[in-house]
């Protein structure tokens, strides 16, 4: 069975620019939950979507948002970027969605912005 | 506020020695508890949990002791090999918030051959 896939693996954005991040869940996961890592702040969870709906929401200001798509595939966009939006965004998915536990991981996508 | 600490930033051991991972938390809702593994640029990979109901869990190398009474657990890895080098998070699941999964800030393990 294929892994969690995340595109694109790296991008650079300047300030002010938005950018959307895709993720595919493996195959008959329906949860899929978003985290930024950074290096103090280790893994801080963004949301957690469940057959194209918000679950759960971290403690994130507005500009980031994201959306589930019928497939399971989700993306997250944030706009106006900052720079201490560089980070690594990391998409996770779970068989079992609502008890959050056990999920899976992509590679993440690394973003840069300056 | 921190409501899981892995208050050991980092940690080296000598190959063939025990590792031992500590995990403290403070919500006594948390209810399950999970330790993933993460290699430099890749995402965490799921390595083992232990439920509440539960004081030990084990497999292979790898064991999680649970004191509930502590809020603590910690994470066996016996013996320890090179390729255990990475960083190890400890994760819980919040009973009483939706069953969130509340994040420690890592420990980065480096066993030395």
């Known amino acids: 069975k294929a892994g969690v896939t995340q595109t694109p693996r790296y991008l650079i954005k300047t300030r002010g620019q938005q950018v959307t991040l895709s993720c595919s869940p493996i195959?008959?996961?329906?949860?899929v939950s978003w985290y930024q890592q950074t290096p103090g702040q280790g893994l801080q969870f963004l949301f957690e979507?469940?057959?194209?709906?918000?679950?759960n929401k971290g403690n994130f200001p507005g500009r980031f948002s994201g959306r589930q798509f019928s497939n399971s595939r989700s993306e997250m966009n944030v706009s106006t970027l900052e720079l201490g939006d560089s980070a690594l965004y990391l998409c996770a998915s779970s068989l079992r969605g609502r008890s959050g536990g056990e999920q899976y991981f992509g590679p993440g996508t690394r973003l840069t912005v300056t | 506020d921190q409501q899981v600490k892995q208050n050991s930033p980092s940690l080296s051991v000598q190959e063939g020695r025990i590792s031992i991972l500590n995990c403290d938390y403070t919500?006594?809702?948390?209810?399950?508890f999970l330790w993933y593994k993460k290699y430099p640029a890749e995402g965490p990979t799921f390595l083992i949990s232990?439920?509440?109901i539960k004081d030990k869990n084990e497999d292979g190398r790898f064991t999680v002791f649970l004191n509930k009474s502590a809020k603590h657990l910690s994470l066996h890895i016996v013996p320890s090999q090179p390729g255990d080098s990475a960083v190890y998070f400890c994760?819980?699941?919040?009973?009483?918030?939706?069953?969130?999964?509340?994040w420690g800030l890592g420990t980065s393990l480096a066993v030395n051959p």
């Open positions: 232990i439920s509440s």
């Open positions: 994760a819980a699941l919040d009973a009483g918030n939706n069953r969130k999964l509340i």
């Open positions: 195959s008959g996961h329906r949860s």
């Open positions: 919500n006594s809702m948390f209810d399950y």
């Open positions: 979507y469940f057959s194209e709906t918000q679950r």
